[in-house]
């Protein structure tokens, strides 16, 4: 049985220690936030936190998360208070088709979290490996924007 905190509960899984997390996160756990893109890290649909980290989940094993705290999209708010960035994302209509917004979002709150005012070159470089099929970035840079903006002086 491996142990993770998985959204600050304590969860144990009988699961191979290098199934992917992602696999872990959604079918063993029900935690289906955490999307399958492109399943080998490059497109960020399945973006979490390990320990506040953003890492791919599609391409990170269960094992690495031993000892660790990860953090999904259902773990960002707190009972019915929606995240920031989950708000700014409601507030800019930044989702179409919404499938990647997820792994969108865990990489936004990742960036303000290191870089509470970030520029739009730094927002632009922190996101790249984020992709939106639908082409929001204009959108998604101004709900970040929006969340710098209010966490000033």
């Known amino acids: ?17 290098e199934m992917p997390l992602l696999y872990a996160l959604r079918e063993n756990l029900g935690l289906t936030g955490t999307k399958f893109g492109c399943g080998v890290g ?15 989940s599609c391409a990170t094993p269960v094992s690495a998360a031993l000892g660790s705290s990860v953090t999904t999209i259902e ?11 989950q708000e700014a994302w409601l ?3 930044v989702p179409q088709c ?3 917004q997820s792994g969108q979002i865990m990489s936004a709150v990742a960036l303000l979290e290191e870089n509470a005012q970030p ?3 730094q927002i632009e470089d922190w996101m ?14 101004k709900a970040i924007k929006q969340v710098a903006t209010s966490k000033k002086g």
Do not use: F, W
């Open 1 to 17: 049985m491996l142990r993770i905190t998985v959204n600050g509960k304590l969860v144990e899984l009988d699961v191979d220690p």
């Open 42 to 56: 490059l497109c960020g649909a399945c973006t979490v936190h390990l320990d506040g980290e953003p890492v791919r």
């Open 75 to 85: 773990g960002l708010a707190k009972g019915e208070a929606l995240h920031p960035l």
């Open 91 to 93: 507030d800019n209509k």
């Open 98 to 100: 919404g499938y990647c």
């Open 119 to 121: 520029s739009d070159e």
């Open 128 to 141: 790249q490996g984020n992709i939106c099929r639908c082409g929001t970035y204009p959108r998604i840079k």
